[in-house]
């Protein structure tokens, strides 16, 4: 059977699921990349739905109606400002101590988030569709990157949105979120990223085109010297894209 699961990575990952919360952490990294994240994909949301403020959360927007999917959900980094923000969530994992952390972390928060272990072509089997779908820094991670984005098409509502954040295949970010993030600054465990899964920006909207989703939106990020990641126009390392069915 066919699957977009790595036991590799899910090895990897599970190793770290106690820590998903702490900032200062393995996943400080991704802690210091989510406000960015977060930016785009209201963004991306605000493309194709309207994103009305919340008058109770002051200038913060609503997306109260709207059906969203985080695939490769991890601890919830993303899911709980989604879900704080309205949403209605649902966020997916493949390994079990991550939906875990995720749960007992959301149930703190007082937070109803849909967590479930599950791969993304599994759920789709299922039949339920969202209105968005975001997947970030999950696709270096799948062992059938084909089969990930057709899952994603068959997830993805008409006129639904999907958000990928990921690694280019590039020298810069070879240096960058290969071995200067696992060797030397050690901000990530070593074995992290495999850089012959880090994909194109060309290569990611000719696979998302063959499964009839245009990505038609994309920006870089890249470490603020302060602190944290910002936009910038070059794709050479981290970059996000965005887009809907033709």
């Known amino acids: 059977m066919m699957t977009t699961a790595d ?14 919360w702490d900032q200062k952490g393995p996943m400080a990294p991704l802690h210091a990349f989510t406000p960015v994240r977060i930016d785009y994909i ?3 949301i605000g493309r194709f739905f ?13 997306l109260a109606g709207l059906r969203i999917l985080d695939i490769g959900c991890g601890g919830g980094l993303l899911a709980e400002p989604m879900a704080r ?3 209605e969530v649902t966020g997916i994992d493949v390994t ?8 007992t972390h959301s149930e703190s928060m007082q937070l109803a988030i849909d967590y479930q272990m599950i791969t993304a072509e599994d759920l789709a089997a299922s039949g339920v569709k969202f209105n968005v779908i975001y997947a ?25 949105v999907v958000v990928i954040t990921t690694i280019n295949r590039s020298l810069p970010a070879l240096i960058f979120a ?7 600054v050690r901000l990530v465990p070593a074995g992290t990223h495999d850089p012959r899964k880090f994909v194109r920006p060309g290569e990611l909207c000719a696979e998302f085109g063959a499964a009839g989703i245009v990505l038609d939106d994309m920006t870089g990020f890249a470490p603020c010297p302060g602190g944290g990641f910002m936009p910038i126009g070059s794709l050479a390392i981290n970059y ?7």
């Open 136 to 160: 970030s820094e999950v696709i270096e991670h799948v062992v059938n990157r084909s089969l990930f984005i057709k899952a994603v098409a068959t997830l993805l509502a008409p006129n639904g």
């Open 240 to 246: 996000a894209a965005s887009g809907s069915f033709r």
């Open 178 to 184: 290969k071995f200067a993030l696992e060797y030397i």
């Open 7 to 20: 036991q590799t990575e899910i090895d990897n990952f599970a190793a770290l699921s106690d820590q998903w």
């Open 85 to 87: 923000l309205g949403a």
């Open 50 to 62: 309207p994103i009305k403020t919340n008058a109770k959360s002051g200038a913060k927007p609503s």
């Open 96 to 103: 079990a101590s991550a939906i875990s952390a995720a749960r």
């Open 42 to 44: 209201l963004q991306a």
